[in-house]
């Protein structure tokens, strides 16, 4: 009771840290290790639900309103959202990058000219490019008719002035960082983001940068009549630096300001203005999402969005920027769409870890982020209130587990936990597809294993402790074998009544009365003490079952609890050790001046009643019959017959590997069908004579038996079976009868 009270106590430890863990603040370093792990279960089910899950719906569906990997040329062109990429090969056409602003706008005036709606760069134009001119006019300001000839021309070859005049031919949107770094100087970029409530951007939950790093400001000065939009293109990783949500909003002093997607989109859209919508709550307006092109987009309190990435790296139409400049491209794949001018070149590092692929090209992220303001109804969601909703599940979860799982067993216990498992990552998966919301599933992943492999962990060890206790208290009656399967497979064992064939074995001290009068209560204690536990050992070991001790008497049965098909070589086997440890005894007890043993043992194998028999008061695991009954009287005839063991016909046929030597055909008191027994003999030497003896014998040839008994007597003075057959013979003399089978009938017990 103790023990299941410390695995719920310690269920709903876990179950309150796990509460608690989930509630952490996001930053905080118990939390980042979380955040991790869920990135990488948000990887899988994104992957998973991208990969498996929607190309299923779609065919179920017949729909198309999320294109598969699969998707035509002609399909993702309709979705007006191209790249143009600075490629190896534009590389090694166009020279080493980056390129003079000369080239940008060539690049910039064809994709005008083929009438894209919106560019948008994903490149930082920070520094003005050098004017040759003017260098070769600065080194020589002293050459007159030099600066005469040469200024005429700075203007032609200002390449910002030409980048800053194809600017104005169409909308586009140029990048720029905010960041925190020490020494950065701010730039003052003009905002169409508002908000829809009174309160400023100061007291929004968006992240504060302290610093914006702009496009410079001579491409402002020579394009103040037409100003360029600008976005931010800095990226949001998580904790593990992959990137699986995009910032839509950052702030600056009491400004917010777009992403170079949403800037785009915003263009792209004709919108004068992005509108964020805020709740105001403990003294911060939190955002809620955005409106943009008529239609609300949810965002979480930061102003981040989960980035709809639609495949690995090429879902969207990849033209290379070399085929631009040489107008290599027709103009029918670049009307009306929004083009990204960004680079997928290994060498100029703007690729980044993403749930998708570990090179996945920056540009091609803003072109997904745009992809969804454009369809927002593919975004995933995460409720403001997912982590609160989280903890109530969880609160739910753990008690349940707590208090059910420790009256299971240890199999029932795993069956549940997997259960449950299964059961959070299915009604995880149903918010995602169904209704395109994101929660959490480590914390209840967690929780689960947690609690449940506490409960299987105490579960075994509550059972080991039980099988320890029932193994310590039936180790001294059954060996420790037979009770490791009893414990393994209980339901192999049947402890009710039922008949079976088996081996049962009687040993007895011979003249015990007398050995006890020559010695001290305490003395026959010990000496009984020093008999019957290596006895037991024997038995035990020979995988017996000690029945009963009465006194001096030990009874012990094999073939159950646990079946056992050797059940007779065993147990003459655990008899002859038997006489050999009393040998081992007897030297000791001389020491110790006390009398010697003998024992005298009897075995017989049949079919007995075997169970849990007795009253109510009192039980005990025994063995009952005519085949008990005959090994007891086998144990008492050994003395009649001089011999320390004698086993019946049956235990005899079942032993093939030992010698055996017939003692007699006998009917024991009590019974009435004559059976042979024999005496096992490791190492006998008058095989012959003791069979030729036996078999004139049966055949009632007097001479000839007593003259070979006579003979046996002589070569074996020890034994009394012998002379024994010799008065027999004397006795039987001239009393030859046709009936007569051998058989000798004993009338004591």
């Known amino acids: 009771m103790r023990f299941t009270r410390l695995t719920v106590f310690f269920g709903l430890i876990i179950t309150f840290l796990t ?11 118990s939390r980042v290790a979380l955040n991790k792990v869920e990135g990488i279960l948000y990887d899988v089910r994104f992957n998973l639900v991208q990969k498996i899950v929607k190309p299923q719906l779609n065919q179920t569906s017949n729909s198309s309103e999320l294109p598969s990997q699969n998707t035509s040329s002609s399909e993702l062109s309709q979705d007006k959202i191209i790249i143009i990429d600075i490629d190896e090969k534009s590389i090694a056409e166009q020279g080493r990058f980056p390129w003079s602003r000369n080239k940008m706008a060539t690049l910039l005036e064809n994709l005008f000219e083929s009438q894209v709606a919106v560019v948008a760069f994903d490149i930082m134009f920070s520094e003005p490019e050098n004017n040759p001119v003017q260098q070769i006019l600065s080194q020589y300001p002293s050459d007159a008719e030099l600066q005469k000839q040469l200024k005429p021309l700075i203007n032609p070859f200002d390449a910002d002035a030409n980048f800053a005049k194809a600017l104005t031919k169409g909308d586009t949107v140029l990048a720029m960082l905010l960041d925190d770094s020490t020494g950065s100087k701010s730039e003052t970029v003009v905002s169409a ?4 409530s009174d309160m400023n951007a100061n007291q929004t939950t968006v992240m504060n940068k302290a610093y914006i790093r702009s496009t410079f400001s001579s491409l402002t000065q020579h394009s103040k009549n037409t100003p360029f939009y600008q976005g931010f293109i800095n990226s949001t990783p998580d904790d593990d630096g992959s990137i699986r949500r995009a910032a839509l909003l950052l702030r600056h002093q009491q400004t917010l300001y777009p992403s170079l997607a949403l800037e785009a989109v915003r263009a792209y859209s004709f919108e004068p203005e992005i509108k964020v919508r805020t709740e105001f709550s403990e003294k911060r307006s939190h955002i809620t999402g955005i409106e943009l092109n008529q239609q609300s987009i949810a965002t979480d309190l930061y102003g981040r969005i989960w980035v709809p990435y639609q495949a690995g790296q090429g879902y969207f139409k990849y033209i290379s920027a070399t085929d631009i400049i040489e107008k290599r491209v027709m103009k029918s794949e670049l009307a009306g769409a929004i083009a990204f001018v960004g680079t997928s070149a290994v060498g100029l590092a703007d690729l980044k870890e993403t749930p998708v692929g570990m090179n996945y090209p920056g540009v091609e992220i803003h072109a997904s982020v745009a992809y969804g303001l454009l369809n927002p109804e593919i975004l995933l969601t995460e409720l403001d209130t997912s982590d609160a909703i989280m903890a109530l599940f969880l609160l739910f979860l753990g008690l349940m587990l707590s208090f059910l799982l420790h009256k299971l067993g240890p199999v029932m216990m795993s069956l549940v936990g997997v259960f449950c498992l299964l059961g959070c990552v299915i009604i995880n998966l149903y918010f995602w597809i169904i209704w395109q919301l994101v929660f959490p599933l480590t914390s209840s992943l967690l929780i689960v294993l947690s609690i449940t492999i506490l409960n299987v962990i105490a579960g075994y060890i509550a059972e080991s402790r039980q099988k320890n206790r029932i193994k310590n208290y039936f180790q001294q009656y059954v060996p420790a074998a037979h009770i490791n399967k009893i414990l393994e497979n209980p339901n192999a064992v049947n402890f009710d009544g ?29 000496l009984l003490n020093d008999y019957l536990s290596p006895i037991t050992k024997i038995i035990l070991d020979n995988q017996g079952t000690i029945d009963k001790y009465v006194g001096d008497m030990v009874m012990a049965f094999w073939g159950a609890p646990v079946d056992d098909e050797k059940h007779a070589e065993h147990a003459v086997a655990a008899a002859l050790q038997m006489l050999e440890k009393c040998q081992q005894l007897n030297k000791n007890f001389a020491k110790k001046g006390w009398p010697q043993i003998e024992i005298g043992i009897g075995i017989n194998s049949g079919e007995m009643n075997v169970g849990d028999m007795g009253s109510e008061f009192r039980r005990a695991y025994t063995v009952i019959g005519d085949a008990v009954n005959l090994a007891s009287r086998l144990e008492s005839i050994t003395k009649f017959y001089g011999v320390n063991m004698l086993v019946s016909e049956n235990t ?5 590997g030992y010698l055996f030597q017939l003692v007699d055909k006998v009917k024991v008191k009590g019974k009435q069908q004559a059976i042979n027994i024999y005496q096992p003999q490791p190492n006998q030497i008058d095989v012959q004579l003791h069979e030729q003896a036996f078999s004139a014998y049966f055949l009632q040839d007097w001479p000839k038996a007593k003259m070979l008994f006579s003979k046996l007597a002589k070569l074996h003075p020890d034994k009394k079976l012998y002379p024994l057959y010799v008065e027999r013979i004397q006795a039987l003399t001239g009393n030859t009868q046709a009936d007569w089978d051998g058989c000798f009938t004993h009338q004591q017990k």
Do not use: C
Request: proline share 2%; no cysteine; glycine share 2%.
């Open 652 to 656: 005899y046929r079942l032993n093939k």
């Open 498 to 526: 039922e008949r079976k064939n088996m081996t049962v074995l009687f040993a007895d001290i011979r003249g015990f009365t007398q050995i006890s009068e020559q010695l001290t209560a305490n003395q026959v204690k010990q």
């Open 19 to 29: 509460v608690a863990w989930q509630l952490s603040p996001n930053h905080s370093t």
């Open 193 to 196: 983001v508002t908000l829809t």
